[in-house]
């Protein structure tokens, strides 16, 4: 397939989706633009990524640090705000700091230091979202703190230096409702922010959900196969 081609496509389920996004806005009440669209990009090149820039996508997230690192690396020159979505492992905290503009999947407090201590020698100000875990039988290892962790994990993210608690992250169960698990999604955010006014951002709603997720106000949706195609590999 030619760059053009890529283009062509990409262009066409770009529109696609943003036309979701504008009527779940729409449907929800909300004000038009209030949702920001993230291209999830994992197992992509960097070109397709390049291609969405030029589309004015401007916000991008990648699952593993290697891939994500060399992706940044790539393409350093663009205005792309990277978001890591992906288990962080502690020992690639420091990468991940280096070019992760937000980190939206810290789910234990020994991320919290070693994020911090990453960003403060990068110079970064790393934003950071807590990730709930939705799933009604939580499954420790899957991702996401349990709700009744998001209070301390929050405060501690808080008050470390060089993180800026920004909000949540979570990923509808595979084997539920995503209305009902985004409503508790909604309750927990308000919780948040009762706690932490500053901490807005709910980012939720994927593919094959994110009308749900709009509709239960979140703020950023984490989009992949529905703008590049699906993925031939679990990931
Ligand atoms: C892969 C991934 C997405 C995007 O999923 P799609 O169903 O392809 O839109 C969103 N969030 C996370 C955390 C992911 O790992």
Redesign the pocket.
Known sequence: MSELERLAILSHNLADVRHRITAAEVAAERPLGSVTLIA?T?TYPAADVRELAMLDVTDV?E?RDQEASAKAATLAGLPLRWHF??QVQRNKARSVARYAHVVQSVDRLELVGALGAGAQQAGRELGICCQVDLSADPNPGRGGASRAQIPELAEAVANQPGLRLLGLMA?APLDADPVAAFEILSAVAERLRAEHPEATMLSAG???DLEAAVAAGATHV?????LLGR?TTLK
């Open positions: 999830i994992k997230g699952n979505v992906g990923v994927m593919s094959g984490r989009v992949g196969s529905a993925r």
